[in-house]
């Protein structure tokens, strides 16, 4: 196991439990106790976490942890629901993504999908504006999508959080109001039947309702773990949400109950 993989395993050990024993972690990573203390010597250092006596614990109860440290989780099911949002999108649409890893692969899929100048689809032609139109407040989103020239990217402004790369606050909100979307591709920490789909933090979650609000279509992109979980803030509610894309995973009784709350479930 690479280190880069064990920091990986560290890290959701600790976000699963809030807490982390050397011998324990030691025992699970099938490795020594001395190259876990190591480890978790130098995410503290990164201030990823607490370093304590036997072990570290999180910073706090709202712990999450970074974007780059989630991409490897589910990731052959977010390649799968990206690769089904971005078919989903028209040439020429303009396509609002908020911030987030399965987001990020959505990103890549348009990216490949429109990599000639225009939608691979029967009858596409080439056209002399650009193939397609993102608005984003995710930077790493916004510079991957920015070598792109058959790609209009917009970013908004706004404080970065560098735990997901996210552009929030007034800034954020202001660019928001001047446009219009014809689909917003969200992704989300939570879906609940009841409360809707939710985010970690307040600030990810205003914006995330509002690039909803300003969208004719809402797209959920999650995979199957986020069904039935609740986070701390909501974005919406699902009589807002057009459609839900998500893994195959996910069990017929929370089909069901989307369905019946008028969300279409496309299984991947």
């Not at 600790?14 to 972690?25: D, I, M, P, R, T």
């Not at 020594?32 to 570290?56: F, N, P, Y």
């Not at 040439?91 to 609002?96: A, I």
Request: glycine letters at 8%.
């Amino acid at each position: 196991m690479s280190k880069h993989e064990r920091w990986n395993t560290l890290l959701e050990l600790l976000a699963s439990s809030g807490k982390l024993e050397v011998e324990e972690a030691a025992t699970t990573l099938d490795v020594s106790a001395a190259t876990i203390r190591r480890d978790l010597d130098e995410l503290a250092e990164q201030q990823l976490l607490v370093r304590t006596r036997g072990g570290a614990v999180a910073h706090g109860v709202s712990y999450e942890l970074p974007l780059r440290y989630k991409s490897t989780r589910h990731a052959p099911e977010k390649r799968r629901i990206a690769e089904a949002a971005a078919d989903l999108v028209a040439p020429g649409e303009v396509v609002g993504l908020n911030g987030g890893t399965t987001t990020t692969e959505v990103a890549r899929a348009l990216a490949l999908r429109f990599a000639s100048g225009r939608a691979e689809l029967p009858g596409a032609t080439a056209s002399p504006g650009p193939a397609l139109t993102v608005v984003t407040n995710a930077l790493n989103i916004a510079g991957e999508l920015a070598v792109r020239p058959q790609i209009k990217i917009v970013a908004t402004g706004g404080v970065a959080r560098p735990q997901t790369y996210e552009l929030v606050g007034p800034l954020t909100v202001g660019v928001l109001n001047e446009v219009v979307l014809d689909v917003v591709v969200l992704g989300v920490d939570g879906v609940d039947p009841q409360l809707g789909v939710m985010a970690h933090q307040e600030d990810e979650a205003s914006i995330s309702r509002l690039f909803a609000e300003r969208a004719s279509r809402v797209v959920v992109v999650t995979d199957s773990s986020k069904m039935g979980r609740r986070a701390f803030a909501r974005i919406c509610g699902l009589d807002r949400v057009d459609l839900l894309v998500t893994d195959t995973g996910i069990t017929p009784e929370a089909v069901a109950r989307l369905t019946e709350a008028g969300v279409e479930v496309r299984t991947v």
